[in-house]
């Protein structure tokens, strides 16, 4: 239930931030990689400055008005905690006006922690 979560934010995102561009594109891949799985969704929207991409991750922290794009910007809150949870960690490359991706990872064997 929470991965799913996951997954409903970050591609909920990468549609609502590359919903401007004239040819929207989202991409979800993933590779195994040694003893862990990563995962990530691309879009080739809005993008962001990557000065600020630690600020992402926090609660109430947007990088775009809600004029912009409307949000709450507790969706990369939750995905960040559900996945340390399992055990992974969460990252994020972007570019303004050139699309953002967002990584997780999760270990092979899913177990929740704590
Ligand atoms: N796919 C994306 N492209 C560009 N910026 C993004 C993307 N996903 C998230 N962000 C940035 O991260 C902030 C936090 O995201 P999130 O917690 O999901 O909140 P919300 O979507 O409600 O704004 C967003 O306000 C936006 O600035
Ligand atoms: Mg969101």
């Not at 991965?3 to 590359?18: D, M, P």
């Amino acid at each position: 239930m929470l991965l799913r979560q996951v997954w409903a934010n970050l591609i909920g995102n990468a549609l609502k931030y590359s919903a401007k561009n004239e040819s929207p594109r989202v991409e979800i891949g993933g590779r195994a990689d040694n003893g862990e799985i990563v995962y990530w969704v691309g879009d080739n929207g809005a993008g962001f400055d990557m000065r600020y991409v630690e600020k992402l991750f926090r609660v109430f922290q947007r990088l775009h008005s809600e004029h912009e794009f409307s949000g709450t910007g507790v969706g990369l809150a939750i995905v960040e905690r559900v996945v340390a949870r399992h055990g992974g960690r969460v990252w994020a490359e972007g570019e303004p006006n050139r699309g953002a991706k967002f990584f997780f990872t999760l270990p092979r064997n899913v177990a929740p922690q704590g």
